[in-house]
């Protein structure tokens, strides 16, 4: 099983769609959970930690089932800027964990 | 105030030389780790180093090699380069005890 599986894409939706991405981890000792966004040959940029109570930034929602070792991100009103590709990342459980990237799923927003 | 700068953005070798890419942590961090990212795929961990010392390491060959100086700067050494090792290379600071890491804009290296 992949430390970090994430359904690869691509997703492409209208303006203003709601898209849901999903992803599934396998080391249950990870302790800090995020989602990157990658635009086309560009770094990852940071776009938001993941907590156990779940979290909301804007038009973003993250939220985390430890049981389940599942993570989800969902975006409402899809922007033609939201078109990238979503990276769910994990740690590996240390103090200090190194990050354990998903291979991403790609969203193509269409006007 | 900076963010992760890395250099070069590209660079091209032949089989068999050795390379060094280089990264400057954001302003305030601490920790610096060097990710692989080939194409299509998600950044692959290879070290990460605080206080000038190699505190975890990835799935990656010793030809991988990395220094971290006194002012938080990083470098990261590859030996005997081979086609494989084409990718995009990134460089993520972080501040110890913080998860976050936030990303430079990566070196892109061609092996022919």
């Known amino acids: 099983r992949k430390e970090v599986e994430q359904d690869p894409g691509p997703f492409n939706v209208p303006e203003g769609a709601t898209v849901a991405f999903n992803c599934t981890y396998s080391?249950?000792?990870?302790?800090?959970f995020f989602w990157y966004r990658q635009d086309c040959r560009k770094e990852p940029k940071l776009l938001m930690s993941?907590?156990?109570s779940g979290n909301e930034d804007g038009r973003f929602t993250a939220q985390l089932n430890r049981a389940s070792q599942y993570i989800s991100l969902l975006i409402r009103d899809s922007k033609l800027s939201d078109s990238a590709t979503y990276l769910c990342?994990?740690?590996?459980?240390?103090?200090?964990?190194?990050?354990?990237f998903g291979k991403g799923t790609k969203l193509s927003v269409k006007p | 105030d900076a963010g992760v700068t890395q250099s070069p953005t590209h660079l091209i070798k032949t089989r068999g030389q050795q390379v060094t890419l280089r990264c400057s942590p954001k302003?305030?961090?601490?920790?610096v780790s060097w990710y692989q990212q080939a194409l299509g795929q998600g950044p692959q961990f290879i070290f990460q180093?605080?206080?000038?010392?190699?505190?975890q390491r990835g799935n990656f060959p010793d030809r991988f090699s990395g220094h971290q100086f006194p002012n938080y700067s990083s470098e990261l050494n590859v030996n005997a380069l081979l086609l494989g090792d084409s990718a995009l290379y990134l460089c993520?600071?972080?501040?110890?005890?913080?998860?976050?890491?936030?990303f430079g804009p990566g070196t892109r290296l061609t092996v022919t």
């Open positions: 993520a600071s972080s501040l110890v005890g913080r998860g976050e890491q936030y």
């Open positions: 080391n249950s000792a990870s302790q800090s």
């Open positions: 993941v907590y156990s």
């Open positions: 990342v994990v740690s590996d459980g240390g103090s200090q964990g190194n990050l354990i």
């Open positions: 302003s305030g961090h601490d920790t």
């Open positions: 180093y605080y206080e000038e010392e190699e505190r």
